[in-house]
């Protein structure tokens, strides 16, 4: 079945340790997304990427970097620069990033720091 | 900046009452979607509006956008447990390059 991977479900870190956040799809969709969703809050965007080899920014990207080598996979890598991570991490993907379409979620990542 | 607002930003209902949920833009909206996450879930699409003034029916949940297009509503009739979890608006914004932005979510409770 198409759809978007995200590993690892739950993940505990050391404060001070870089953590990578996996996300793969076999939709054959173009643009990819990683959002940050608090508790009880929505989502924010952190970078997205609308083709293979680049991507820009988001809204509270200090503190995350991403690589797109492939069109199917978007890793997140929070760094140790990021003051507050633990939070539920969800990345998503559209099929271009011209189409004004729905967003595929999957089915999100939970980081916590110790 | 440019922001999608939410109200409420909880609502309890009765089971089988009615409730809306309100979705307000600062700026022109190009289309505005809504997501449905339960709990411990992850956003899935419900809907989109593209026309002013478009209102669109799914069962027992009634999607309107305004007429500026600057705001949306969800009105959910004869609530059913089923309808918990968290309701987000996410407008496009034609002059940040369409980017998708979500409200901050309605949390719904039902009580049974």
């Known amino acids: 079945d198409g759809g978007i991977t995200q590993s690892p479900k739950y993940l505990f870190r050391k404060e001070g340790q870089n953590v990578t956040l996996s996300c793969e799809q076999n939709?054959?969709?173009?643009?990819m997304y990683w959002y940050r969703q608090d508790p009880g809050q929505g989502l924010r965007l952190i970078y997205y990427?609308?083709?293979?080899?680049?991507?820009q920014k988001g809204d509270i990207a200090e503190g995350y970097s991403v690589s797109r080598e492939k069109k199917e996979s978007f890793p997140l890598t929070v760094t140790s620069a990021q003051k507050n991570p633990t939070a539920f991490y969800l990345c998503?993907?559209?099929?271009?990033?011209?189409?004004?379409?729905?967003?595929?979620f999957g089915e999100g990542s939970r980081l916590t720091v110790l | 900046g440019q922001q999608v607002m939410q109200i409420p930003q909880y609502q309890h209902v009765q089971e089988g009452e009615d409730f809306t949920t309100y979705c307000n833009s600062s700026?022109?909206?190009?289309?505005i979607q809504w997501y449905k996450q339960r709990p411990g879930g992850h956003p899935v699409f419900l809907i989109q509006?593209?026309?002013?003034?478009e209102v669109k029916k799914q069962k027992r949940l009634t999607f309107q956008f305004g007429e500026a297009k600057k705001n949306s509503s969800l009105h959910i009739t004869a609530t059913q447990t089923t309808d918990v979890g968290t309701y987000f608006c996410?407008?496009?914004?034609?002059?940040?390059?369409?980017?998708?932005?979500f409200g901050g979510g309605t949390r719904v409770l039902v009580k049974p």
């Open positions: 998503a993907s559209i099929f271009s990033p011209t189409n004004t379409g729905e967003l595929f």
């Open positions: 509006l593209v026309k002013s003034g």
């Open positions: 939709l054959n969709h173009d643009a």
């Open positions: 996410a407008g496009r914004i034609k002059a940040a390059g369409n980017k998708l932005t």
């Open positions: 990427s609308q083709i293979v080899n680049d991507f």
């Open positions: 700026t022109t909206l190009s289309n």
